[in-house]
């Protein structure tokens, strides 16, 4: 029976990869070209390069401000960097920061990073001086990768002294220092020396609510051939199409669809900035089939005016991805409503990569679920004593998967019980085995004896027609231990008043979820990847008793 299985299971994935193009029929020469480049650069995320520049060398890897760059470009640029930064004076680099936006630059110091073996940092691009400089200090930075624009935070983070060698990685003008350029150039047709030496991927966690902690994970940072057959069996990815990114590279959710895409030698189509309707146009302009977004991007294509949006009917996308962030179900549906049912919402963290899925069908059924668990993930709703839940009932979500999250690097790790992780989320399943998350762990309330949940209260305040968004937290409160307060954004060109909107949650949900305090905003505080930057907001509440 276990025989039996196995082949079954074989088979199974060997049908899906042949659907999707990995498995395709090529000369035999070209197979084994293919395994050489595959065996000469190792289990890494950026593998699906030197792979593709023997299978496909002469299809667009990347289209960004600069222009096009093939495969097989890219692989010669990738290998001179690499041998390049093995060239530099001292040690080859051990531990590489890249602090980038969408671009080819980031691709490529990725890429020579993982053919030398040296841990990487991923770096969120909005860090100023002091947080950047307490990060790069922990992770033990001795090179780092950062656009021109960044300079200043790099100044004062990594000053000359340091020792901590620094590259440009993407400039408009004439820079004083190294560039990835030049290194490049001085090393074309070069490979870089084998190396034993495989290097870690530590990705920072959102730190919305405090310094981001590094999250480290193994080998290419996810967990192999069965979570690629998970993915394909339920996004209709396929090879060699075009996909547009727009979620930062350097979060978790856009490096792993970068990762994805590059694996299936897709051309990758994005920008350093994003902006809504030129994303749009990426889409349109290159009949991409696929688009990579964290939530807040949706809102802002959904923003556009009709008329603008109606330019760019984009008939060739077949899927849509979105994860970082809450979604807004009423975004959800008109998004599907103008470009198909397209979407689809990822459940994950730094720490366990994918969680759960939501199709196009989960979210026309509810378009504020989780979906369904990714195949291959267990989860389990249990409660403080950590008791298993039914469905109904909200408690912690914990979730067991192959993910290869090592720890954080300061030395903390997560809490585990039975095998399972906990995901730092509170969520239930509902009678259909979907899954519904309905905040943090951390941002659950207790005002006046009963347990408050501040999404209820956001999605409240969202359904009302002025609202564009709203974020709840929770303060100390000296007579109720603690209360709701929320701010909010109007929608152009509407108008509400704070007790009007109090008005609207009284109308809907019980009373201890009316917020006591709300602050109307022009937009509320965000990160890259679109979560609302809640210390801030913590930190415009000012004293919290009395």
């Known amino acids: 029976m276990e025989l039996f299985d196995s082949i079954n299971r074989v088979g199974s994935m060997l049908a899906t990869f042949s659907r999707v193009g990995l498995l395709a029929p090529l000369r035999p020469d070209r197979y084994i070209r293919i395994i050489a480049a595959a065996a000469a650069e190792g289990s890494t995320t950026t593998v699906g390069i030197a792979i593709a520049a023997q299978r496909c060398g002469d ?15 890219l692989h010669r640029r990738c290998d001179a960097l690499a041998a390049g930064l093995q060239r530099l004076p001292g040690r080859t680099p051990r531990a590489i920061a890249l602090m980038c936006r969408n671009h080819r630059g980031f691709i490529e110091a990725l890429a020579a990073a993982n053919r030398i073996g040296a841990d990487v940092l991923l770096l969120n691009t909005s860090f100023a001086g002091p947080a950047l400089a307490e990060v790069v200090a922990r992770e033990g930075v001795d090179l780092i990768f950062y656009d021109e624009e960044f300079t200043a935070a790099v100044d004062l983070a990594v000053p000359a002294e340091s020792g901590c060698t620094r590259v440009v990685s993407w400039t408009d003008n004439k820079v004083p220092g190294l560039t990835a350029d030049e290194l490049i150039d001085a090393n074309a047709g070069r490979s870089p020396d084998r190396t034993s030496r495989s290097g870690k991927l530590v990705m920072l966690t959102s730190g919305t609510t405090g310094t981001p902690k590094g999250a480290r994970r193994s080998g290419s940072g996810g967990g192999g051939v069965a979570d690629l057959k998970a993915i394909f069996d339920r996004i209709p990815w396929h090879t060699e199409e075009t996909v547009v990114i727009a979620a930062p590279m350097f979060h978790a959710w856009g490096f792993s669809q970068l990762a994805l895409a590059l694996t299936m030698a897709c051309t990758i189509a994005t920008r350093r900035k994003f902006d809504a309707e030129a994303t749009l146009a990426l889409v349109e302009n290159n009949s991409a089939a696929g688009l990579c977004v964290v939530p807040v991007m949706f809102d802002r294509i959904m923003a556009l005016p009709d008329d603008v949006r109606a330019q760019y009917p984009c008939r060739s996308l077949r899927f ?149 968004e709203a974020a709840v937290i929770g303060v100390d409160d000296a007579d109720y231990g ?30 201890y979820k009316v917020p006591r305090d709300i602050t109307i905003m022009d937009a509320l505080p965000r990160n890259n990847t679109g979560k609302v930057l809640r210390r801030e907001l913590q930190a415009m509440a000012g004293p919290t008793e009395g």
Not at 351 to 375: C, H, K, N, V
Not at 384 to 413: C, H, K, M, W
Not at 427 to 447: A, K, N, P, Q, W
Not at 483 to 509: C, I, Y
């Open 320 to 468: 849509a991805t979105a994860s970082g962030s809450r979604m807004h179900p009423d975004v959800v549906t008109a998004f599907m409503d103008d470009f198909g049912d397209v979407v689809y919402n990822n459940y994950n963290a730094t720490e366990a990569g994918m969680i759960a899925l939501a199709t196009p069908q989960d979210l026309r059924y509810s378009p504020d679920t989780a979906g369904r668990p990714a195949p291959g993930t267990e989860i389990r709703i249990l409660d403080s004593d950590l008791a298993e839940l039914p469905a109904g009932s909200t408690g912690q979500i914990f979730v067991r998967n192959s993910s290869q999250f090592d720890g954080y690097t300061g030395g903390d790790s997560k809490l585990f019980h039975d095998g399972f992780m906990a995901s730092g989320d509170l969520g239930y399943f509902d009678s259909t085995g979907r899954l519904f998350v309905v905040g943090r762990d951390d941002e659950m309330i207790v005002s006046g004896g009963e347990n408050v949940y501040p999404i209820e209260t956001e999605k409240a305040l969202i359904a009302h027609p002025a609202v564009a």
């Open 59 to 73: 299809r667009a890897a990347i289209i960004d401000e600069r222009g096009t760059c093939t495969y097989a470009e």
């Open 482 to 511: 603690q209360r709701l307060v929320a701010f909010v954004a109007l929608a152009t060109g509407s108008s509400a008043t704070p007790d009007e909107l109090k008005q609207h949650v009284r109308d809907n949900l019980a009373s």
